[in-house]
C-alpha cells in the first residue's frame, strides 16, 4: 500500500539511529504543491488592516467591542470543549479531521464574505448603533463556532500527513520557503497605497469599497487554495479503533511534559500586550505611498534574507538540539526588538520618518536572519508534542489536547482583547480622526505599544523552553517505537477488513 509505513531493516531494528523514514517520502508532488498553496493562502489576507476596518469604517465603539470580545471569547472556550470531543472521537473512511474540513470550508467561506458588507449593511452609523451591534454580535458568535469545527480538525490534521518527522520537517521548511516568493504580503502592500490614495483624496472612492474588494477577493482566492489541500491530501497517521474519552485529551496537557512545557511557554507569552505596528506608521506618519513604498522595499532587501536562513536548518538542527534553537531563536528576536524600540526612543526619533525607516530596514534584516529556524522549529516542536503524546499513551488526541493547551490562552484573550479596547481610550485614541492628527501623547503611546510592550508583557515564556525533555537519543528512540506500534495498529486493521464479510 502507499501510505503504509516502510518496512525496517534488521539493522534498524537493532539501532534505531532516528533516521527510519530517512528514504521513505509518503507525500507525492502534488499533494506537496497542494501544501506550498495552502500555507501560502493562509497568509493571503488583508488582516492588519482589520482594526482600521472595524475602528474608521464599521465604526464599532471600543467599550461595547470590548463587551462584544468578553461574550463572544466566553462562547468560544465553551464550544471548543464540546466540539474537540466530537472531532477526536469520529472515525470515518475520510479520516478524522477531512470530513470537516471538507464540508464545511465553502459554507463557512461565504459567511465570512458578509464581514466585508458590514458598512454596506449600517453605512453612517454610529458606533452605538443597536442594530449593527446586534449583528456583529451574532456574526462573531456564528463564525466562531463554525470557524472551531475547521480550526481544531485542521491543528491536527497537519501532524497527521505524514508519520515521517523528516517529511515533515523537509515539507514545512519547503512551504515558508517558497512562499515567501510568492506574494503573500502583496494584499496588505496593495491595500495600503490604495489606503494611501483614498485617506489622502487623491482617489474619490470610499474606504468601504476598497476594504470589500480586497477583503473579499484574498477570501475566495485563499479559500480556494485551502480547498483543493483539503482535497487532495491524506491522513496517514492512523488512530487507534477504540475512541478516547473526553478527560483522557485534557490530562494529556498535564501528564504529556512536552505539552504542557508548549502550555505553559504559549501562556506566559500570552500576556504579551500591544497594538499592530502598521497603526504606529499610519497615525504618526500619515498613511503615505512613500512609506509604504519604503516598508515594501525593506521587505524586499531582507525577504532574501529570510529565504537564506532556511539553509541554516539542517545544520543548525545537527549541532543544536530543539531546545537550544527554541531558546536561542526567541532571545535573539527579543533583543532584536529591544534595539529597534532604543533607536526609536533616543531623541523622540520615533517621530521622524527617515531614521526610523532605515532603523526598520536594519531590524527587518537581522530579524530574518533566524526566521526560517523559528518558523521550522515552532510548527515541528508541537508535532513532535502530539508524537510523545501517542508514544507515552497509545492514542492521538489532536484535537482535545490542543484544545484543552488554548483553553487558558483564549481565556486571555478575551480579557487582553477587552483590556486593549480601554487600553485604547486611555491613551487618548480618536475614532474616525483624520489620518495623522491624533494627541502627541497617543502616538508616543503606540509606538511604546507596538516596539516593546510586546516584548516585555511575553518575556516570561521564554522559561519553559529551558525544560524541553526530547534530547536526540529519546526522539530515535521514540520514533522507532512509534514505527512499529503504527504497523502492528494497521496490520489490525487490514486483518479485521478481510475477516469482515
Not at 533516521?19 to 501544501?35: D, I, Q
Not at 464574505?113 to 449600517?122: E, G, I, M, Q, V
Not at 477577493?217 to 491522513?235: D, N, P, R, Y
Request: aromatic residues 14%; hydrophobic residues 45%.
Amino acid at each position: 500500500m502507499e501510505d503504509q509505513a516502510p518496512q525496517q531493516t534488521a539493522a534498524q531494528k537493532e539501532r534505531p539511529d532516528g533516521n527510519l523514514f530517512r528514504s521513505y517520502n509518503y507525500v507525492g508532488t502534488k499533494e506537496t504543491v497542494a501544501y506550498l498553496f495552502n500555507d501560502w493562502s493562509n497568509s493571503f489576507n488583508i488582516n492588519g488592516f482589520k482594526d482600521r476596518f472595524i475602528w474608521d469604517v464599521v465604526k464599532i465603539d471600543f467599550g461595547i467591542s470590548a463587551i462584544v470580545n468578553l461574550f463572544t471569547g466566553a462562547w468560544d472556550v465553551i464550544n471548543d470543549i464540546f466540539i474537540s470531543a466530537v472531532v477526536d472521537n469520529t472515525r470515518t473512511r475520510l479520516g478524522k479531521f477531512r470530513p470537516y474540513l471538507i464540508l464545511m470550508q465553502i459554507p463557512l467561506s461565504l459567511i465570512g464574505l458578509l464581514y466585508w458588507f458590514l458598512p454596506y449593511f449600517f453605512p453612517n452609523t454610529a458606533g452605538t448603533y443597536i442594530p449593527k451591534l446586534i449583528f456583529f454580535f451574532l456574526f462573531n458568535v456564528i463564525t466562531e463556532t463554525a470557524g472551531t469545527f475547521t480550526g481544531i480538525a485542521k491543528s491536527g490534521y497537519m501532524s497527521t500527513i505524514t508519520p515521517n518527522p523528516n517529511e515533515r520537517v523537509r515539507l514545512i521548511t519547503l512551504a515558508e520557503l517558497l512562499t515567501g516568493y510568492m506574494g503573500e504580503d502583496m494584499p496588505s502592500f496593495i491595500l495600503g497605497i490604495l489606503y494611501d490614495f483614498v485617506t489622502t483624496g487623491r482617489w474619490n472612492v470610499r474606504l468601504r469599497s476598497i476594504f470589500l474588494f480586497m477583503g473579499a477577493g484574498c477570501a475566495v482566492v485563499s479559500s480556494a487554495f485551502t480547498f483543493w489541500f483539503f482535497l487532495v491530501s491524506k491522513e496517514r497517521v492512523p488512530q487507534t479503533l477504540e475512541r478516547p474519552e473526553l478527560k483522557q485529551g485534557f490530562l494529556a496537557i498535564v501528564k504529556n511534559y512536552p505539552v504542557l512545557l508548549m502550555a505553559l511557554s504559549e501562556f506566559f507569552g500570552n500576556f504579551s500586550l500591544g497594538m499592530a505596528e502598521r497603526d504606529y506608521w499610519i497615525d504618526v506618519h500619515g498613511a503615505d505611498t512613500m512609506i509604504n513604498s519604503s516598508l515594501a522595499l525593506a521587505g524586499l532587501v531582507s525577504g532574501p534574507v529570510g529565504s537564506i536562513s532556511y539553509a541554516f536548518v539542517s545544520p543548525l538542527r545537527r549541532r543544536f538540539s530543539s531546545k537550544a534553537l527554541w531558546v536561542g531563536a526567541d532571545v535573539y528576536g527579543d533583543m532584536v526588538c529591544l534595539c529597534f524600540f532604543l533607536a526609536g526612543i533616543i531623541n523622540n526619533n520615533y517621530k521622524k520618518l527617515k531614521p526610523m525607516l532605515v532603523v526598520y530596514g536594519f531590524r527587518e534584516v537581522f530579524a530574518k536572519l533566524l526566521f526560517g529556524v523559528n518558523k521550522v522549529i515552532n510548527a515541528d516542536l508541537w508535532n513532535e508534542a502530539m508524537d510523545y503524546c501517542e508514544w507515552k499513551s497509545g492514542y492521538r488526541m489532536e484535537a482535545t489536547t490542543g484544545v484543552a493547551k488554548s483553553l487558558v490562552l483564549k481565556l486571555q484573550n478575551v480579557i487582553k482583547n477587552s483590556v486593549f479596547q480601554i487600553m485604547m481610550k486611555k491613551i487618548g485614541y480618536v475614532q474616525g480622526l483624520k489620518i495623522g492628527t491624533q494627541s502627541e501623547k497617543t502616538k508616543r503611546w503606540e509606538f511604546i505599544l507596538c516596539a516593546i510592550m510586546p516584548t516585555i508583557t511575553g518575556a516570561l515564556g521564554i522559561i519553559p523552553k529551558l525544560f524541553w525533555p526530547i534530547n536526540r537519543k529519546k526522539r530515535a528512540q521514540m520514533y522507532y517505537e512509534l514505527a512499529e506500534r503504527r504497523n502492528s495498529i494497521l496490520s489490525e486493521y487490514l486483518a479485521g477488513l478481510e475477516q469482515s464479510p
